[in-house]
T-cell receptor
Framework: ELKVEQNPLFLSMQEGKNYTIYCNYSTTSDRLYWYRQDPGKSLESLFVLLSNGAVKQEGRLMASLDTKARLSTLHITAAVHDLSATYFCAVDISYGGSQGNLIFGKGTKLSVKP | EAGVAQSPRYKIIEKRQSVAFWCNPISGHATLYWYQQILGQGPKLLIQFQNNGVVDDSQLPKDRFSAERLKGVDSTLKIQPAKLEDSAVYLC????????????FGPGTRLTVT
């Protein structure tokens, strides 16, 4: 059974602290995505990771991919309240040259408190 | 650039009724996706179109769900008859093509079945 597991599912942080969200998956894939979702809103693309060892950074967020370990991480540096949202990782399980068949994790609900 | 448009934004129906959702992708995007997002979970892919052809509908409950994209642009997703467990947000997303990976999501339609 294909699984994409995120942990933790709930994360309460203080402003200024660092933390890492983990995304483990059970199938072979070298394409992984991170999305952000604010309450009642749609999904916003954060990072697209397309190869083993890929690392991308945007502001206080940094994502990495280890395809051999089937693991991606989303690292938060010096959290601020505006980062409060639910973060999803999604693994692309497409084959044969096509893309876009994504399996999403359950999401990590992040709350950053002053 | 206009984003992915969806309507209606909210719909409340009784079980056994039928309902239809509409999606207009970003102009020029050949690939269109429909997802179901149940409260507290990540989105689940229902169907993927490339132009007006179906690429993957393996997770679409075909006894009650149907989708079409007749002219390769707009798409409709229909549920007939609806069940209580169909209560969810239905998200439409689009991308440039099968080989171009980034998906852009619409605002979603929140369906409540009573």
């Amino acid at each position: 059974e294909l699984k994409v597991e995120q942990n933790p599912l709930f994360l309460s942080m203080q402003e200024g602290k660092n933390y890492t969200i983990y995304c483990n998956y059970s199938t072979t894939s070298d394409r992984l995505y991170w999305y952000r979702q604010d309450p009642g809103k749609s999904l916003e693309s954060l990072f697209v990771l397309l190869s083993n060892g890929a690392v991308k950074q945007e502001g206080r967020l940094m994502a990495s991919l280890d395809t051999k370990a089937r693991l991606s991480t989303l690292h938060i540096t010096a959290a601020v309240h505006d980062l409060s949202a639910t973060y999803f990782c999604a693994v692309d399980i497409s084959y044969g040259g096509s893309q876009g068949n994504l399996i999403f994790g359950k999401g990590t609900k992040l709350s950053v408190k002053p | 650039e206009a984003g992915v448009a969806q309507s209606p934004r909210y719909k409340i129906i009784e079980k056994r009724q039928s309902v239809a959702f509409w999606c207009n992708p970003i102009s020029g995007h050949a690939t269109l996706y429909w997802y179901q997002q149940i409260l507290g979970q990540g989105p689940k892919l229902l169907i993927q179109f490339q132009n007006n052809g179906v690429v993957d509908d393996s997770q679409l409950p075909k006894d009650r769900f149907s989708a079409e994209r007749l002219k390769g642009v707009d798409s409709t997703l229909k549920i007939q008859p609806a069940k209580l467990e169909d209560s969810a947000v239905y998200l439409c997303a689009s991308s440039w093509g099968l080989a171009n990976y980034e998906q852009y999501f619409g605002p979603g339609t929140r369906l409540t079945v009573t």
